[in-house]
């Protein structure tokens, strides 16, 4: 595990302001209250070790300059202590749905140096690494944010990966939420690396009328209603084989935002699902890199990543 810095000690609060859901305006449910949840499931496991994210600065610039375009990374730059709407970064075709601010900025600089460092765990030779960071990445495009998403952090992990020999890349997205900012990222990439995302339908955050998937390379799974763990694991299944294929490594964005009670979810997983999840990443037996993405019901938080922990590396020892 890959443990993000905070900013705690700068007095920066870099918790989420609000979101937009449709026509309601919620409070914002992203706080470094998850990362402490998602650490305390993961160190509970034996296997687990802890290492700080070091990826310096210069690394972190360069990825970022690779990823977001200039007005993007400009405009998060310019932001200030007040909360503001940016119109100029909503996606295309949607209305904005998350203000910035200079601590979340500040933030989302440091979950992409966490990416950026799980990666670099991986291509110096760990088998597996686990990015524990916040805010989530993979509604960040190149030029739009949304979602809590302000720069994407699975993009960085991917970039690091490409950069340092390690593809081609397969990435999974189990989030609840359709990664669109992923997706156009992607695209972008090259023949080198495969997106699959298994999500809930409807989809909200790509303009009316997109076809899913939308782009080459990309399988898009959407279930109308919150599927049966069996059901579910078996589309898991499915995109690993195919991904398995024609990769040297995986990169999997990892939300729990499937789990029973999310704030923002309607599916009702426990942790068994994310022990299947982790249990079918260790059968590829490829290097795997997760990216914290969402999951915001914070009592889920710790028994399902310790789960998860236990699915990848087996139980703990009784
Ligand atoms: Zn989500």
Not at 62 to 80: K, S
Not at 82 to 100: K, N, R, Y
Not at 110 to 131: F, I, P
Not at 138 to 149: D, L, S
Request: aromatic share 6%.
């Amino acid at each position: 595990m890959v443990e993000q810095r905070t900013r705690i000690s700068e007095g920066l609060d870099t918790s989420s302001v609000w979101i937009r859901e449709g026509d309601d305006r919620l409070a914002g449910q992203d706080s470094d209250a998850r990362l402490a949840e998602l650490r305390i499931g993961l160190r509970r496991h034996f296997g687990v070790r802890c290492v700080d994210a070091v990826a310096d600065d210069a690394a972190v610039e360069r990825t970022l300059a690779a990823l977001h375009g200039p007005a993007h990374l400009a405009a998060l730059d310019a932001a200030g202590e007040e909360a503001t709407v940016m119109p100029q970064l909503a996606p295309p075709g949607l209305e904005p749905d998350i203000p910035v601010n200079a601590a979340l900025v500040a933030a989302a600089r440091e979950a992409v140096r966490t990416a950026l460092s799980a990666a670099d765990r991986l291509l110096a030779g760990d088998r597996y690494t686990y990015a524990v960071c916040r805010p989530p990445g993979h509604h960040a495009g190149p030029h739009f944010i949304g979602g809590y998403c302000y720069l994407n952090n699975a993009a960085a992990a991917i970039e690091a990966l490409r950069a340092g020999g390690l593809a081609p890349v397969g990435v999974l997205d189990l989030d609840l939420h359709y990664p669109n900012g992923t997706s156009e990222l992607v695209e972008r990439m090259g023949a080198d690396v495969t997106l699959h995302s298994l999500h809930a339908a409807p989809v909200t955050n790509v303009a009316a009328g997109t076809e899913l998937p939308r782009a080459p390379r990309e399988r898009a799974h959407a279930f109308s209603a919150a599927p049966d763990p069996v059901a579910y694991l078996a589309e898991v299944e499915t995109s690993l084989t195919e991904l398995a294929v024609d990769s040297a490594a995986l990169v999997v964005s990892l939300g729990y935002d499937t789990a029973e009670g999310d704030p923002h979810g309607s599916w009702h997983f426990g942790p068994e699902v994310f022990a299947g999840i982790g249990r079918l990443l260790a059968a590829t037996e490829l290097p795997v890199c997760i990216v914290q993405e969402g999951g915001y019901a914070l009592g889920a938080l710790a028994p399902c990543s310790h789960a998860f922990a236990s699915g990848l590396l087996g139980e703990d020892p009784v």
